[in-house]
């Protein structure tokens, strides 16, 4: 198992690579018992204080996971723990919300997944849904003083810790000259021309030049000593939950496409964020651009308070995707529409995909996981999904100085909370608190 960790193509597949090499050479896997499973009471135990504590985005996430469940209470090998990792890793959507519930999978099946998984997500869900009700009433016609703290501090810094993210996804994920080509390539053409189809065929393309690229390396198959003969399901089980999805995405692309927003809201709403957690490769951070696209261009929200709501979900606890709470509920306040309907719509359309996926796949990972095109595809895909990142920053950075009101300041902020969250590993929770108290201070000022 060490010299396949070892091999390049590894080390852009995890983006926790260096804490895992870590893990694996200090921790062994002997203790391990395959057999013993943890019940639903010490499932519920560990991830109801990690949904509250899951702060530092999915890397942070990870290492928790990590740190806790394997390293301390040995739920899982590390070889196993890398293994279901790649898997999340190829599959759409938030990879440590997938890995939320395939850790409860591994203990209790189904129902031990459903447990871990909404236990992790549900404190992100509610702070980012209360945010966005108050944020709804409370940001339509802000005083003075409100939106230089929203539009010149709190906007200014969730860039800076987008940045940031793009910064360290990058170092982590390109380590080569060809997976830096297509991370600036894919960052150069979404910054310029950025369509929402155009997101899929970048991912795609990435992969195949990959794939190519790669294509006289040697790339062993992965094997694992302590498998799992079941995770809870079968399948064709499995591969109907796959068609169900398949079924959505269909049916989301119709709605879409086919009806008109104003008789059909909802369902519009439902159609978008389904499609784009249906297309999410490289985690939260890759869902900013194409929801920006998505809901702002159309009026659904405007941009400030969207860009509000990117620096707030940061300071919270759980996967970025939470902001589809936020968003969802500014977006039933505008349409006039009860805020639970908004929230639980634009929620449940963004996690529904990677979910569906997850248990839906999880059940052929012991066959597909033999096959070595996913792993020869992925650094392209990776390094594609970074990209997207990467022009997010300058696509937000660009409308934040636009919006600020007080464009040069606002400049000097964002360098600011770069500094705090990259240079000296300051808590997002408290850079975001910073740049609030920045854009006051430009507001008694009287900044420009």
Request: hydrophobic content about 50%; proline content about 6%; some cysteine.
């Amino acid at each position: 198992m060490r010299s396949q960790i070892e091999d390049p193509e590894d080390t852009t597949v995890f983006s926790q690579q260096t804490a895992t090499d870590r893990l694996l050479s200090d921790h062994h896997e002997d203790d391990f018992d395959p057999g013993h499973k943890q019940d639903y009471f010490h499932i519920f135990q560990q991830f109801s204080w990690m949904g509250w504590s899951a702060f530092g985005g999915p890397s942070a996430h990870i290492g928790l996971f990590q740190k806790v469940l394997v390293e301390n209470l040995k739920w899982l090998t590390p070889t196993l723990f890398l293994e279901l990792l790649a898997l999340c890793q190829l599959m759409p959507g938030p990879t440590s919300t997938q890995m939320s519930f395939v850790i409860g999978i591994t203990q209790q099946g189904v129902t031990g997944g459903l447990l871990s998984g909404l236990l992790f997500q549900l404190p992100g869900l509610l702070l980012a849904g209360a945010c966005g009700i108050g944020a709804a009433n409370f940001l339509k016609n802000p005083a003075p003083w409100l939106r230089c703290v929203t539009s010149g501090g709190l906007a200014t810094v969730g860039v800076a810790l987008v940045a940031s993210a793009a910064k360290s996804l990058t170092h982590s994920t390109c380590k080569n000259k060809i997976t830096l080509a297509i991370n600036a390539t894919t960052a150069a053409i979404v910054c310029y021309y950025n369509p929402t189809w155009i997101f899929p065929l970048l991912l795609i393309s990435g992969g195949l030049v990959t794939l190519l690229s790669s294509r006289n390396h040697d790339t062993p198959a992965r094997h694992s000593e302590d498998c799992i003969d079941s995770f809870g399901i079968g399948t064709g089980l499995g591969s109907t939950l796959v068609l169900i999805w398949i079924l959505l995405l269909a049916a989301s692309v119709f709605i879409l496409e086919g009806t008109p927003y104003a008789w059909y809201k909802v369902f519009h709403w439902w159609g978008t964020f389904f499609k784009i957690g249906s297309l999410i490769f490289g985690g939260g951070q890759v869902v900013l651009p194409m929801l920006d696209s998505a809901v702002v261009e159309p009026g659904w929200i405007s941009e400030p308070d969207f860009l509000t709501g990117i620096a707030l979900v940061q300071a919270m606890p759980g996967p970025l995707f939470n902001i589809a709470a936020y968003v969802g509920a500014i977006i039933a306040a505008n349409a006039n529409t009860n805020g639970l309907i908004g929230i639980m719509t634009c929620w449940l359309g963004l996690f529904a995909p990677g979910i569906l996926l997850i248990y839906g796949l999880l059940p052929w990972w012991a066959r597909f996981r033999q096959l070595d095109i996913y792993r020869r595809a992925l650094p392209g895909v990776n390094a594609a999904a970074i990209g997207l990142v990467v022009a997010a920053v300058f696509q937000l950075g660009l409308k934040v100085h636009a919006n600020s009101p007080f464009p040069a300041a606002t400049v000097s902020i964002g360098i600011v909370g770069f500094a705090l969250v990259d240079a000296w590993n300051v808590p997002p929770a408290l850079v975001v608190l910073v740049g609030g108290v920045l854009g006051l201070a430009g507001w008694v000022c009287n900044l420009h």
